[in-house]
């Protein structure tokens, strides 16, 4: 058993060759960081939600407050318009003009506080923006474990987990990093629209009018139409036929088909057992109003309409699953061996190799030039670190993990007694036949490597 | 990616912002100042009593606010702000995947095992209040909450392990010294190698031996030559940071301990020693990009992802992430299965079952191998099992 860690007080000769493993693990560690970098960078690329959501809240609010003044400001000139026109005594215009010099006051008011709530969501940008510039190698774990909670806090305040993403926000203060406030909006017209009131629904339509009218949505009759649903339910059939005149007739001219058909449930009623007007009074249909909801919401503030949780887990799971994944003796490192990864996984693709990986059975470690994998009498397949550590415990004996296979180290291949053959452990090694094209030497080799090249090996 | 050319972007938009809201300031200003210059008129008039002062005052007020023309010198610093907004929109949608959806699968994922997924990473993680109420919010039955416990004690472990106190740690140690051992893990001696460089550090000689004779004699058998190298620093005691163990005090052994603790910990319990979900979450970030490159190009075949097999393009993901031997054949560039096994030719190289039967024309002939200039004979080839 070795005691890795322990330093060596006074030989210099045991130093040697930790040094030269130290080196080695320094060289692989150098090795990589151009790889690492452009990884960073695409994965940073990702993150296009993370910045635009606190923007477009940002917009939005410069937007409101902006039409505030507007609207004021024009009430204001009429205002002077209108007692310039009319016929009002000398008092009379005097206090006029004071109401309307109070209500420029208000006004400015209102204006500084909308600028507050602006500097504030701007604030919120610029943090976004230093969070991803400050990802880099160094500080990559603490980066990547805070970029799950985001991903997870995303997850709770779509699945209406509110109060959950809250305290995880809270506790690992990533509150700038979440956008629990934007959510919030969102929460109050689920909440009422499963509490079948489709009033703050409606509300927010309107405050939207103008993008969702560009995207062309049709929230907004969709939410008419189970108004008049509830009112044919309440057989207030008088009302309801008024209700169609003003709200649902509008929208004839795009959405003809919908429109008669729900018109058709006046002579249908409540309890018809027609199958094409039933759906309509099912209360499911509330259910469908919240997720159409949520994804004119997610289109608004230009999220992705799945939860980020599912995007990745989803791409995660693809990239894991192997054929092996579902086998008894799948290594409980790999995510795929747990019964509910597995779930999640079944409807998705295996992964696609073009280089052959081979992580050796004993050590779970991925084998390579260091330690290349051997194979025994039998032809199973082990790294040669798992092999010579079995051999030095054993008396040079080597019992096949698998299929009990006793083998004697002692007379053939690298260490002495066992036929132990190296297949080409050429993995990782690359070189140039030509300058266009690097073949790389592993098992899976891609191109046919002219043989004398491979002497050369 | 040019972060800087973004936040530029974004600063001359918040820039735009706040001129536009003193343009808007400043004209509430100089109306109000208008209405107010008009009252004092009216007021020093008021004696006269004239109502045609009155008018005159009120329609030369309408004259010089229609002159002002609020609307429109607002409108200027909005157009502007307007167009700085677009732009910042547009170096987003430009320098970031705009929609990282694009290669998903639409699939209803059964939110309960999802739910149960995310309940159990906050748990591992030691999260336990954030997992309690993720279970009673989400509705998930309270059995969800079953591996809590497990992690409980890890936890309180770690978190005595952060405050400098071994004791829970070696406590446990103790308790499952047995299993520790089989599974080839020192981490019971390293425990009391490190309590016992701290009995060291505070300089009690007699105290240091007391507890070596005690703790760490039973190791003699197996790591004679660590505990001599541990006696052997009693020699420096007081000044260990000058002595050839300095490296001994080194504050990141702490975390290497911990680290392997936490590893022995899972591994005891038959986990995985990284939380499944950090694992897949990571996976998949390495994932997407090559993935959404794919579909880009292959904008069109939306329809065949839904029903793909296999992914489409290869992804290399790091070797943290390599669980399975995964062999493809040099010649068909296929992966390896059950009924085409690789198989070892007599010269050492390896190729697919498929393709030596194809180049053997039924192992009927002899061929060369690929790799060297070696006469093979299909039937000495022999299965590999990886």
Known sequence: ?457 | MDLNTIKDAFDCAAKKQKLSHSKAEEVIDQIRQEIENALERMQSINNLDSELDYRSILSELKTSLHNIAPPRQLEGPQKELNAALVKYVKALEKSFNLDISKAYRNIDYDIHTLNQVVAGHFYRQGLFDVGDQFISEAGEPESTATIKSLFLEMYQILEAMKNQDLGPAITWAATNSDKLTQSGSDLHLKLHTMQFVKILENGSRDEALQYARTYLAPFGSNHMADIQKLMACLLWIGKLDRSPYHALLSPAKWDVLSEELKRQFCNLLGLSCNSPLSVTIAAGIQTLPPLLKFMNVMAGKKQEWQSMNQLPVPVELDREFQFHSIFVCPVSKEQATEDNPPMLMSCGHVLCKQSIMKMSKNSTKMFKCPYCPFDVDAVQCRQLYL
């Open chain 1, 1 to 457: 058993m070795e005691m890795d860690s322990l330093p060596n007080g006074n030989s210099t000769a045991s130093t040697a060759p930790t040094s030269g493993t130290m080196n080695a693990a320094t060289a692989n560690t150098a090795a990589p960081p151009s790889s690492k970098l452009a990884q960073l960078t695409e994965s940073l690329k990702l993150e296009h939600q993370f910045l635009r959501v606190p923007f477009e809240h940002y917009k939005k609010t410069i937007r409101a407050n902006h039409r505030v003044v507007e609207k004021e400001m024009s009430a204001v000139i009429s205002g002077v318009a209108e007692a310039a026109d009319g016929n009002l005594s000398g008092d009379d215009a005097v206090n006029h003009l004071n109401s309307l010099v109070s209500r420029l006051q208000g006004l400015k008011r209102k204006l500084e506080e909308g600028s507050r709530a602006e500097h504030l969501q701007a604030q919120r940008c610029r943090v976004r923006l230093d969070h991803l510039e400050s990802a880099d190698s160094e500080n990559m774990s603490e980066w990547n474990n805070t970029r799950l909670k985001r991903i997870i806090v995303d997850y709770m305040l779509r699945m209406s987990y509110y109060d959950t993403a809250v305290k995880l926000a809270e506790c690992s203060n990533i509150q700038d990093l979440v956008d629990i406030d934007v959510f919030q909006e969102a929460k109050r017209v689920i909440d009422a629209l499963q509490n079948k009131d489709v009033s703050p629904a409606l509300a927010w339509c309107t405050d939207n009018k103008f993008r969702l009218k560009k995207s062309k949505s049709k929230l907004e009759f969709q939410l008419r139409l189970q108004e008049f649903i509830e009112l044919v339910r309440a057989e207030n059939n008088m009302r309801a036929i008024a209700y169609a005149r003003k709200y649902l007739a509008p929208w004839g001219a795009t959405h003809m088909k919908e429109l008669q058909r729900v018109m058709a449930t006046l002579a249908f009623k409540r309890d018809t057992e027609c199958s094409t007007y039933k759906v309509l009074f099912e209360p499911k249909q509330w259910d469908y109003l919240v997720d159409q909801f949520k994804q004119e919401f997610c289109k608004l503030y230009g999220m992705t309409l799945e939860p980020l949780l599912n995007i990745y887990l989803q791409a995660g799971l693809s990239a894991l699953k192997t054929p092996y994944c579902y086998e008894d003796d799948c290594t409980k490192e790999d995510p795929l061996s747990q019964e509910g990864f597995r779930t999640l996984a079944l409807p998705l693709p295996y992964s696609k190799q073009h280089h052959s990986k081979l992580v050796c059975y004993i050590t779970k470690e991925l084998m390579d030039t260091e330690n290349p994998p051997q194979v025994l009498p039998n032809g199973y397949v082990y790294s040669t670190k798992a092999l010579e550590e079995m051999a030095k415990k054993n008396d040079g004996k080597i019992t096949c993990p698998r299929t009990g296979l006793v083998s004697d180290a002692k007379c053939l291949g690298k260490f002495p007694g066992l036929e132990l053959m190296l297949i080409c452990a050429y993995t990782d090694i690359c070189f140039n036949v030509t300058q266009t094209c690097t073949y790389s030497v592993s098992l899976g080799v891609t191109g046919i490597i002219p043989w004398i090249i491979h002497k050369e090996l």
